[in-house]
């Protein structure tokens, strides 16, 4: 998701830290690179042109040119900048205080909007609501029956009326039958078309009339460019929409439409699609979305998916095995589902600070592996599953033609079973050496009443002499006192570099080592 963006971004942002300190004209030049970017993904030009002004203006400001970090201060102009073009803030859907919420899903055809139309209720199923799916498309070839297919996927069940080719009628019986059966949030998925005509126009508007919904939302498909843009603005203008959903960013696109449809209808964009599954929705942060853009990671987001991907209790039941060494098989398949509902990786990646998004390029959880590993797994007994050193040959043929895989496939998710626990106790071993080590040097005590210039060091619990050149009795009570400051500085210095190394050996132990046939 705007991968090419990022990438000339950064190489506009370079011109400005390869310099200590920044002119006027060298402001307008990285600014001139950032124009040619946001043009170079599709950005509306009248949308550029006031981002760039507007930017630039700020820039050049006396503030920017003479703090000691300039380029650093431009970053956060662009990052505020690019926040506001996209809306500056969060807008949710508005929920009616006389139920049922009303939303009417709008948009060209091919651009997701049934798919969406579901990503919505299962996401609003998931906070609590009963939501109902009117299916108002009755031009489309199997629009009807791909919404009822949806539906039964999600949990949410779908009003339809047989023969019925009037889709103000449809919408208006959905309403009664909503009300009716207590159904707290109606989507009208209603139809598009290639391209924007009268009868569409006016069809939709006679919906908004008969049902006045709460919301109004247009989905646009985000790789369409300024097309996307268009269309937005032709379906604000007659029908007055309250937000926008941009689909497919999950694809290769420029993000030009993502930049330009908030500016140009002055309507907020409220959700993302980001994949497939309909799962895959997310709500639309401008600043999030910025610093995604920038190159600047998104944690907020990360974590928000991680709570939504992972049982908390399950994943701290899980820790506590894992630290006593009773991490079983059952264990492990139910950390590898809770990872890939979290999505792809490089998605994931492109939310952290730091790291390239780029190094993990097609990384995905391989869903086929992972589906042979639970068969081969749910083949065991459960004994067999918290002791896999139990396993003989007759076992792993027994669970191999159980689960329709090879003797092969059961020894390989041993092995990789194996070699994540050999792990797992090479890592409690250094943090109890870790822990020792700081005990025993917190134990180190300093004595200078040996005399004759040698000091009593303990360490360890066992005593040593150090020999020093300066006679302890030749010396001033501040002497001493400083003597042993220097000392106990010493002493904790050695502390430090315990630490260091300690740290250093177990990235070493977590970070190096291999595991084969990880399934990502």
Known sequence: MFQSLTERLSNAFKSFKNKGKLTEADVREGMREIKLALLEADVNYKVVKDFVKTATERAVGSDVLESLVPSQQIVKIVNEELTALMGGENTKLVISSKPPTIVMMTGLQGAGKTTHTGKLALMYKKQGKRPLLA?????????????????????????????CTDPVR???????????????????DTAGRLHIDEQLMDELKRIKEE?????ILFVVDAMTGQDAVNAAAAFN???????????????????GAALSTRQVTGKPIKFIGTGEKMDCIEPFYPDRMASRILGMGDV?????????????????????????NKFSLSDYLDQ???????????DLAGMIPGLDAKALKGAKMDDKMLAHQEAII??????????????NSSRKKRIAAGSGTSVVDVNRLIKQFDAMQQMMKQARKMQEQLAAAQENLKSQTVDASAGGGMVKVTVNGEMELVNLTIDPDALDPEDVDMLQDMIMAAVNEAVRGVNELANKQMGAITGGLNIPGMPF
Do not use: W
């Not at 083949?379 to 050193?389: F, I, L």
């Open 135 to 163: 299916a108002c498309d009755v031009y489309r070839p199997a629009a009807i029956k791909q919404l009822q297919v949806v539906g039964e996927s999600i949990g949410v069940p779908v009003f339809t009326i047989d023969g």
């Open 170 to 188: 449809i919408a208006k019986e959905a309403l009664e039958h909503a009300k009716k059966h207590g159904h707290d949030m109606l989507f009208l």
């Open 211 to 215: 049902l006045e919904p709460t919301e």
């Open 237 to 255: 203008e007659k029908l007055d929409i309250t937000g926008i959903i941009l689909t497919k960013l999950d694809g290769d696109t420029r993000g």
């Open 300 to 324: 907020l987001t990360l974590i928000e998916k991680a709570e939504q991907s992972f049982d908390e209790k399950k994943a701290l039941e899980a820790a506590e095995k894992l630290r006593a």
């Open 336 to 346: 590898m589902a809770q990872l890939k509902n979290m999505g792809d990786l490089q």
């Open 378 to 391: 749910l083949s065991m007994t459960q004994a067999e599953r918290d002791n896999p050193s139990m396993l």
